[in-house]
């Protein structure tokens, strides 16, 4: 079973065990993080502007990148870019949804609490937690050909103000999905939720050394689920551009919390290491 989140989660209530594609996995009871609520337990929204991230993706992958019908017609490094959404024909049909991976100028590690946290372009939206929400599945890898899923939570059955392409959703039923927060915060994730996924079980996904993360659009139709089965509903289908829209710049995409050290920081301290014990050999 994972474990908990961190010793500040240990004493949460948890959901009964989940499986999601052969991955029996463990996830935090709600209720969750309303869309701007930064001091939640489980998973607070973090300000763009924190201290804790470090670096910022910096490269949308084309040859990991694809989007679906309604989104952008190419890839912006500077402006948003649309992942589209798909139709109740497209989806019976079998079409992909669209997807987006991006790169870092520094790997991520799995470390003290959450690692990275992803950014959309949601806003506030009726009550109680509404929030005019698109979301994306959040996958990560360390090659650019595995890429392990976080598991994640959806319980709504109904917008609590709207329908269809103009509703908002109680945020507070949804865990571990990006778009779960209102622009300007970042939705958290902590590689921890992966530890008994079977691609890091068996050495494909090294949480030590993430090098890529993918977001997968969701149509919000009820068609895709979470971890226990349950439908996902958001704001489908909207108009103009459908779909998770992402944007690329520094405070605006996915911020990086905590890293692979760099080759040249590693290799100082090894030396530092080697000199330290021939000096200590010396004296003794």
Same mark, same amino acid.
């Given at each position: ?9 240990? &004493? ?16 935090? =009871? ?33 040859t990991r990148t694809y989007f679906a019908p309604r989104g952008s017609s190419s890839i912006s490094q500077t402006n948003f870019n649309s ?9 019976? +049909? *079998?079409?992909?949804?669209? /997807? ?12 003290? *609490? ?8 949601? /806003? ?23 890429? =392990? ?18 509703? *908002? ?6 865990? +571990?999905?990006?778009?779960?927060? =209102?622009?300007g915060f970042g939705t958290p994730f902590n590689l921890d939720d992966l530890l008994n996924h079977p691609l890091v079980q068996n050495s ?6 993430? =090098? ?12 895709? /689920?979470?971890?226990?089965? +349950? ?40 030396? *530092?290491?080697?000199? /330290?014990?021939?000096? &200590? &050999? &010396?004296r003794v």
């Open positions: 079973m994972l474990r908990a989140r961190r010793l500040f989660l240990v &004493r949460s209530i948890v959901i009964p065990a989940c499986v999601l594609g052969g991955f029996v996995c463990e996830v935090t =009871a709600g209720p969750y993080s309303g869309p701007t609520q930064t001091s939640h337990a489980i998973d607070p929204a973090i300000p763009a502007a924190s201290p804790l991230f470090h670096v910022w993706a910096d490269n949308i992958d084309a992942l589209g959404d798909l139709d109740s024909s497209q989806i019976a +049909n *079998g079409d992909s949804p669209g /997807f987006l991976t991006v790169t870092f100028p520094q790997n991520i590690r799995n470390g003290a *609490g959450p690692d990275f946290a992803v950014f959309e372009s949601g /806003f506030a939206f009726g009550s109680p937690n509404g929030l005019f929400a698109e979301f994306a599945y959040v996958e990560v890898s360390s090659d650019g050909n595995n890429f =392990a899923r976080f598991p994640s939570i959806s319980t709504n059955t109904a917008p609590v103000t709207g329908s269809g392409a103009f509703a *908002g959703f109680d945020v507070s039923n949804v865990y +571990n999905l990006a778009g779960k927060h =209102a622009s494909l996904v090294d949480l030590s050394n993430i =090098a890529y993360v993918k977001l997968v659009d969701i149509p919000g139709d009820g068609s895709f /689920f979470d971890s226990l089965g +349950n439908p996902i509903r958001d704001n489908w289908m909207t108009t103009g551009s459908g779909g998770f829209d992402f944007r690329l710049p520094a405070g605006q995409g996915i911020g990086a919390i905590n890293l692979v050290p760099e080759a040249a920081s590693s290799s100082l301290l090894s030396l *530092g290491m080697l000199a /330290f014990m021939k000096l &200590r &050999r &010396r």
